[in-house]
């Protein structure tokens, strides 16, 4: 009932920008947080950006300078603007949504999600 779907991924030279997206769809009733996670090899998931509905944006520690994130609410879509990459933030990007829905129903559910991934790769 309910995708995310991640785009704007690649290879990117240390210093150099990539936008990556995250649209939402299916029958959503409300998004209460949507984000982005990453995950390096051999490393754990960590948190990248997040906001909630209320309006609190929480940041991982190493991007906040050069990170922006951004949505569309009507699109139920989140951007992840990076800027001065690293590196470092080489790893699989991960979109991750926590929202209601309507199911078949029509019950609102409430529930987690996560997107396919995306590679980013910052190598000259």
């Known amino acids: 009932q309910v995708q995310l779907v991640e785009s704007g991924g690649g290879l990117v030279q240390p210093g150099g920008s990539l936008r990556l997206s995250c649209a939402a769809s299916?029958?959503?009733?409300?998004?209460?947080?949507m984000g982005w996670y990453r995950q390096a090899p051999g490393k754990q998931r960590e948190l990248v950006a997040r906001f909630t509905s209320g309006g609190v944006t929480t940041w991982g520690d190493s991007v906040k300078d050069r990170f922006t994130i951004s949505r569309v609410s009507a699109r139920n879509t989140v951007y992840l603007q990076m800027s001065s990459l690293k590196p470092e933030d080489t790893a699989v990007y991960y979109c991750?949504?926590?929202?209601?829905?309507?199911?078949?129903?029509?019950?609102?559910?409430?529930?987690?999600?996560w997107g396919q991934g995306t590679q980013v790769t910052v190598s000259s």
């Open positions: 299916g029958t959503i009733f409300n998004i209460n947080a």
């Open positions: 991750n949504a926590d929202l209601t829905y309507l199911t078949a129903t029509y019950q609102r559910q409430r529930d987690n999600y």
